[in-house]
Nanobody, 127 residues
């Protein structure tokens, strides 16, 4: 299968919240660092979070720090992204991705070294 499937996106007002989920099948996430990315039409993809394989270390860019929280449940092969205090500029398709490493590394915010990608889930924040 080798598949990641995101869910939980939707339309929210500014200040609203969503919980995005990323479920893996065909492989285990135990030994993968996991990242969340987002991309809007005409804009470049950007990393919004990463979590180490053990869940003990996380990374966020300044644009989302304090508002987004990544977590994982290795027993259920699932990664989550809680997005709070949403702004219109958060509108994008959100993707999860798996990289075969314990840690996120210094290049976690790029698409390099991620083996598996989900199909994305749309988050729309109305103005």
């Amino acid at each position: 299968q080798l598949q990641l499937v995101e869910s939980g996106g939707g339309l929210v007002q500014p200040g609203g919240s969503l919980r995005l989920s990323c479920a893996a099948s065909g492989f285990t996430l135990t030994y993968y660092a996991m990242g969340w990315f987002r991309q809007a039409p005409g804009k470049e993809r950007e990393g919004v979070s990463c979590i180490s394989s053990s869940g003990t270390s996380t990374n966020y860019p300044d644009s989302v720090k304090g508002r987004f929280t990544i977590s994982r449940d290795n027993a259920n092969n699932t990664v989550y992204l809680q997005v709070n205090s949403l702004k219109p500029e958060d509108t994008a398709v959100y993707y999860c991705a798996a990289r075969p490493s314990r840690s996120c590394g210094s290049s976690w915010y790029t698409g390099l070294f991620y083996d598996y990608w989900g199909q994305g889930t749309q988050v729309t924040v109305s103005s």
